[in-house]
């Protein structure tokens, strides 16, 4: 018998920790963020005005699937509503169940979502690999437990494919203004002294000698990570110290799981600029890309040159700098990878129907032409897709605010569906 059993406190989290893991290796396309430790550093630092719901999906005695939610408190267009969703805000592309069993897994936590007391006013589910490992299984989930489910693009980001190709097929595919900024760049950093780029290696965190660069890490907290007024930073609108608090607090997990990475650019042995990100098997998802404050703007350009280089020598599938920034990613962009919502809105949450009026009046007409992406314009909006332009901003584009809402502690709406009007429980995907 498949039965769910929910934690909500952080510290019982560390009982499940060895199931987490086995679990996790499993997992296809699992990042860093999938992890307990991911989770404990991102509650600690964020989740202050949130609620966990981490269910764990059991077969027998078996954990054989885990979702990790939080219910946390969001500005919409309609006021503050609470939205059960994913732990990831930005922080990647992708997210989703963990566990060999997706589907069961999916099926059974949104079964026991749906049957429990609601503590949310909707349910938007984001950064859903729908084309890739998710095959549909989180809409096809929703529809199982009875739930009506809205599907929509989240975020169309720009992605640097940097397989299959080399560095002068790469070239000659971005327009001539790029190549001539990537050569002008080269040129003035260059007349700065002698260059070297270095990229952090993967290595065994019981091998005599390993070093989790800790040295590299204090550089690059120093880093101006401001490109004119906008921050080169993922993980939404929290403040950059914040935010490398929490890059600080996981480096060394991530380093022990063999998944971060610090790309610098050193000038006359000093490093000038740098990146770091997290590693999986698709890729690499950089979060945050800086220069120091004296050093010139050249020098990012001239950084991620050597970025791309590495990654095509190495054969890497992709690169990720659509979480830090249109400005640098639209530029180096030769592919581009969707990810989606899925969202329901509760029939007797009157404020959550005004949302999905709202997101269905202003949701953008589809156009039958599709524009491919070419080397004279190759630019890819990177925001979730209510940011493509102002006359398509639709009401769903919601970000976390400080404050929770009023009515965060106030009485709760006791389902009062009976067994007999759920339907039947069934595996789908």
């Keep these: 018998m498949i039965t769910v059993a929910e934690i909500n406190d952080i510290d019982r989290l560390d009982h499940f920790r060895l199931a987490w893991h086995a679990l996790l290796g499993k997992t296809k396309g699992a990042t860093f963020a999938h992890s307990p430790e991911w989770l404990e550093h ?25 979702v990790p939610f939080v219910v946390k408190p969001v500005a919409t267009k309609v006021g503050t509503m609470r939205v059960l969703t994913y732990p990831l805000d930005g922080w990647g592309s992708f997210y989703g169940q963990i566990g060999s069993n997706p589907a069961a897994t999916m099926v059974t936590a949104l079964r026991h979502i749906h049957a429990s007391r609601r503590d949310w006013d909707l349910i938007d589910l984001r950064y859903i690999d729908q084309e890739g490992h998710d ?30 190709t080399n560095w002068e097929d790469y070239l000659s ?48 907290q120093q880093m101006n990570f401001l490109d004119g007024n906008q921050p080169n930073f993922a993980g939404g609108n929290f403040s950059t110290n914040k ?20 790309d610098a650019l050193f000038v006359n042995h000093s490093m000038v600029a740098c990146a770091y990100g997290l590693q999986q098997d698709s890729g690499t998802d950089y979060l945050a890309v ?19 280089q590495q990654s095509i020598q190495n054969g ?13 990613s639209e530029m180096w962009s030769n592919q581009q990878q969707v990810s989606y919502r899925c969202s329901h809105f509760p029939i007797l949450a009157p404020r ?36 493509l332009s102002q006359s398509m901003k639709p009401a769903s584009c919601i970000e976390i605010i400080d404050a929770a809402p009023q009515d965060w502690s106030g009485q709760q709406e006791v389902r009062g569906d009976s067994s007999d009007d759920r339907p039947r429980f069934r595996i789908v995907g």
Excluded at 42 to 65: E, V
Excluded at 182 to 195: D, F, N, V, Y
Excluded at 243 to 262: C, N
Excluded at 362 to 376: E, L
């Design 42 to 66: 991102y509650w600690n630092h964020f989740g202050h005005d949130q609620k966990l719901r981490i269910l764990f999906i059991t077969l027998g005695n078996k954990i054989i699937g885990i």
């Design 135 to 164: 095959h549909r299984r989180t809409s096809n989930s929703f529809k199982s437990v009875g739930l009506q489910g809205n599907q929509a693009v989240w975020q169309k980001l720009p992605l640097i494919k940097t397989s299959e």
């Design 173 to 220: 595919s971005r327009s001539a203004r790029t190549q001539q900024l990537i050569s002008t760049s080269e040129q003035a950093t260059r007349k700065q002294g002698h260059l070297a780029f270095y990229r952090s290696r993967l290595e065994d965190p019981l091998a005599p000698g390993w070093n989790p660069r800790w040295d590299l890490w204090a550089e690059f």
């Design 243 to 262: 935010k490398i608090a929490f890059l600080h607090d996981i480096h060394g997990p991530a380093v022990r799981a063999g998944m971060a990475r610090i």
């Design 290 to 308: 800086g220069r120091r404050n004296d050093a010139p703007r050249e020098v990012i350009t001239t950084l991620i040159t050597r970025m791309v």
């Design 316 to 328: 890497e599938p992709s690169l990720n700098l659509g979480l830090v920034g249109n400005s640098l």
């Design 352 to 387: 959550s129907q005004l949302l999905r009026m709202n997101r269905w009046i202003q949701k953008p007409v589809s156009k039958p032409s599709v524009k491919k992406i070419s080397k004279t314009d190759s630019t890819i909006v990177n925001q979730p897709a209510g940011f």
